[in-house]
């Protein structure tokens, strides 16, 4: 019964101590605030600058939202027979049926034209055949002119594609 009694003594001393210093946080000035913001941003952004090198970023679904893709891509070089175009990304696969109830896996498939050339290539092809997870995947190609990307599913034996998405091309910025 003491142990009771002192627990309910601690909780009541710490939430009483809890309640008069919470005032004192919520009470710094304005310019103070402010300049602790000015100094995270200006840290974030001179961080982020230097250790992030992607311009751009995107989501897609298959028609019907069961294959997602988020990714982030850039171009380094800006001629079209002299750059580096990386894109890295995650496929997420929403489909909850099993396989023998019909369910088919996530599926994207990246494509490039490289400088001089008129024809699509497959950059990347990639899967992922397991509910409610997520693959992380990457794809660096040279000397590209254009990039498209779409986002389907597939069978978990086959490769031919159902309810994709339509290929979004990608602004290189040339």
């Known amino acids: 019964m003491k142990n009771i009694i002192r627990a309910a003594i601690a909780v009541v001393a710490t939430t009483g101590l809890m309640l008069t210093a919470a005032p004192a946080a ?31 970023s995107f989501e897609q679904e298959s028609r019907n939202g069961l294959a997602t893709l988020e990714a982030e891509y850039s171009v380094r070089g800006d001629e079209e ?33 490289s400088s001089g050339d008129e024809d699509w290539d497959v950059a990347k092809r990639d899967r992922l055949c397991s509910y409610d997870d997520t693959k992380r995947f990457r794809v660096t190609a040279h000397d590209v002119s254009d990039v498209r990307v779409k986002t389907c599913q597939v069978k978990y034996r086959s490769w031919s594609t159902h309810r994709c998405s339509r290929w979004e091309e990608l602004d290189l910025g040339f």
């Open 81 to 113: 027979d002299d750059n580096t175009f990386r894109l890295r990304g995650e496929l997420y696969d929403g489909d909850r049926r099993t396989f023998r109830q019909g369910g088919r896996c996530a599926y994207v498939e990246v494509q490039v034209v």
């Open 26 to 56: 919520f009470a710094a000035t304005p310019a103070s605030a402010s300049s602790a913001s000015a100094v995270s941003s200006s840290s974030s952004s001179s961080s982020s600058s230097s250790a992030r090198d992607f311009d751009d």
